[in-house]
């Protein structure tokens, strides 16, 4: 069956960095795009960044440039670099195998666990 396993989360301070890794299982990895989301307590959950089965990558505004989402197709795994954290960053991160269709990603069904991601100021 389909998995996907989060890891890497953790307490940093402002100003600091975290890598987050996902596991992906299951399914033909090469094929498929990898989204990174995020859930912030009473908050809806957003995402991230979007990395396509070709290695391109979109962000959203407010992480452009401090984040780095990359893939490794050898390990079935995706990353996503996160410098300059700010508190704000606070959330539980999760990755998500979906689609990449006519410049749209489409969430698919599979999500990780999530990975707490803490920042303090």
């Known amino acids: 069956q389909v998995q996907l396993v989060e890891s890497g989360g953790g307490l940093v301070q402002a100003g600091g960095s975290l890598k987050l890794s996902c596991a992906v299982s299951?399914?033909?990895?090469?094929?498929?795009?990898i989204g990174w989301y995020r859930q912030a307590p009473g908050k809806q959950r957003e995402r991230v960044a979007i990395?396509?089965?070709?290695?391109?990558?979109k962000y959203a505004d407010l992480v452009k440039a401090r984040f780095t989402i990359s893939r490794d197709n050898a390990k079935s795994a995706v990353f996503l670099q996160m410098n300059s954290l700010e508190p704000e960053d606070t959330a539980v991160y999760y990755c998500?195998?979906?689609?990449?269709?006519?410049?749209?990603?489409?969430?698919?069904?599979?999500w990780g666990q999530g990975t707490q991601v803490t920042v303090s100021s």
């Open positions: 998500n195998l979906g689609t990449y269709l006519s410049g749209n990603y489409f969430s698919g069904i599979h």
């Open positions: 299951g399914v033909t990895f090469n094929d498929r795009a």
């Open positions: 990395i396509t089965s070709g290695g391109s990558t």
